[in-house]
């Protein structure tokens, strides 16, 4: 049977590894870092940008912010979220779990779902592993993720035990409810054989309405993305044209409810397996103990998600323990308040020593935002309170995170990642101003 996703390893290096995730959208080199679209657009920075110069093949979309805000009636109405917002490429939508866990003071948890009030208006709103499949069909993402309790990360054993539990039992009525969903054909993302991109011809990317051919028709900047469509692959499509499910492992930093919660997930099967519940505030050592445990046991055949996550050091030593997929706000939310990250450790942009200063935020960065601005423009934008400036920095740090997995992936594939991972980190410490 045809998979909605083909993931296959490229190579190998330690634990570390490097693979092709072809999806119905896109074909993506991991480790990958996935750029986070909360409300449906990265925040400063336009798809334009994300398709050409940044080459992002893949984003997330957050389900709670949408389903919220403007509602899934109006993006299932307008075909979706990849025709509503025109991002042609992959998309991941997270379950709303996250958020809503983040809500202590306005949820009430049941075994049937969530029950909370929006951030935005108080309403009352109610979240369930179905209702949050029904959310992710509509939003027609390529990867669709199960609907989990993120445990907090100091919860202790027996709590975080409870949470496991609930959690591989929304793990199955998740996959239960997408099974159906994708069997009724509500997936608002799907491509049919023909429309799916692998045995297209590489000029013509997969349709997703006809705003967006229209424009692709008249602007040759746009039209130009097409030569980031992966090549067509010889024998055919193998691919469903549906969307995937990823399960979810939880177990905070309990080695024992970890595996335990790894269990439970493969044995419900699914197309990849995140990690959950890491960089909530637990210890460094603790994401790094858990990654080294858990990462060799699970699946190897499917890629592995650590979600939420993080700084370029953690992603380097996450893929050291072999992780292949991530995502993170950081870039952008960063990227707004002056802080950029650079080769040689974060700068902030607010500070009065950048303000005559002529190099760029990274001399080794070949971003466009590092080939033509100095810090010290950069740093007048900022204190004159132009939105460029928030704009450009979120542009060079997603610029130089995207670049950093391509670099790893470069080493792993010459087998030389250890000696990466040593030089990339002790670079990144020479001269760091702003620690996060
Ligand atoms: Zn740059």
């Known amino acids: 049977m045809d998979s909605p996703i083909v993931w296959n390893i490229t190579a190998r290096d330690g634990e570390a590894r490097t693979g092709i995730l072809r999806t119905r959208r896109s074909e993506i080199e991991t480790p990958v870092f996935m750029p986070v679209g909360t409300q449906g657009a990265i925040k400063g920075v336009r798809f334009e940008w994300l398709e050409s110069e940044l080459d992002a093949r893949i984003i997330l979309g957050n389900t709670y912010h949408l389903f919220l805000r403007p509602g899934v009636e109006i993006i299932r109405n307008l075909g979706g979220l990849h025709k509503f917002s025109t991002w042609n490429r992959s998309l991941l939508t997270d379950s709303g779990g996250f958020q809503v866990f983040s809500l202590t003071?306005?949820?009430?948890?049941?075994?049937?779902?969530?029950e909370f009030r929006s951030h935005l208006d108080g309403s009352k709103q109610f979240l369930s592993p179905e209702i949050s499949m029904e959310v992710q069909a509509a939003l027609g993402s390529e990867i669709v993720m199960a609907f989990?309790?993120?445990?907090?990360?100091?919860?202790?054993?027996?709590?975080?035990?409870?949470?496991?539990?609930l959690t591989s039992r929304w793990?199955?009525?998740?996959?239960?409810?997408?099974?159906?969903?994708?069997?009724?054909?509500?997936?608002?993302?799907?491509?049919?054989?023909?429309?799916a991109l692998v045995g297209r011809s590489l000029s013509e990317p997969p349709a997703v309405g006809g705003g967006l051919r229209r424009i692709r028709d008249t602007d040759p900047a746009i039209?130009?993305?097409d030569k980031l469509q992966p090549p067509a692959t010889a024998g055919g499509s193998d691919l469903s044209g549906r969307q995937a499910l990823f399960g979810i492992i939880q177990g905070a930093g309990h080695l024992e409810l970890r595996n335990e919660s790894l269990e439970k997930t493969v044995g419900i099967g699914f197309d990849g397996y995140a990690i959950g519940g890491l960089s909530v505030g637990e210890e460094k050592n603790v994401m790094y103990d858990v990654l080294e445990f858990l990462a060799p046991?699970?699946?190897?055949?499917?890629?592995?998600?650590?979600?939420?996550?993080?700084?370029?050091?953690?992603?380097?030593e996450a893929v050291g323990r072999g992780v292949d997929m991530f995502d993170c706000v950081m870039p952008t939310r960063n990227g707004r308040t002056g802080s950029a990250f650079t080769s040689r450790g974060k700068i902030n942009i607010r500070n009065a020593k950048h303000a005559g200063d002529d190099e760029p935020i990274d001399a080794e960065c070949r971003c466009s935002v590092c080939e033509r601005y100095s810090r010290g423009y950069l740093r007048h934008l900022y204190q004159a309170g132009e939105m460029n400036a928030a704009i450009m920095?979120?542009?060079?740090?997603?610029?130089?995170?995207?670049?950093?997995?391509?670099?790893?992936?470069?080493?792993?594939?010459?087998?030389?990642?250890?000696?990466?991972?040593?030089?990339?980190l002790s670079k990144l410490r020479e001269n760091d101003d702003a620690r996060v």
Do not use: W
Not at 171 to 195: H, I, N, P, W
Not at 309 to 316: C, R, S
């Open 223 to 225: 039209a130009s993305n």
């Open 171 to 195: 793990a199955l009525r998740s996959k239960d409810r997408f099974e159906k969903l994708q069997e009724e054909g509500v997936d608002s993302g799907f491509l049919s054989e023909q429309d």
């Open 148 to 165: 989990d309790e993120c445990t907090p990360g100091d919860a202790g054993f027996e709590a975080t035990r409870k949470s496991l539990e």
């Open 393 to 424: 920095i979120s542009h060079h740090n997603l610029a130089f995170f995207l670049d950093t997995m391509r670099r790893v992936r470069q080493s792993i594939k010459s087998g030389r990642f250890a000696t990466f991972r040593s030089e990339f």
């Open 105 to 114: 003071d306005l949820r009430k948890l049941t075994e049937d779902g969530v």
């Open 297 to 316: 046991k699970m699946p190897v055949e499917k890629p592995r998600y650590l979600m939420g996550v993080g700084t370029p050091e953690d992603l380097i």
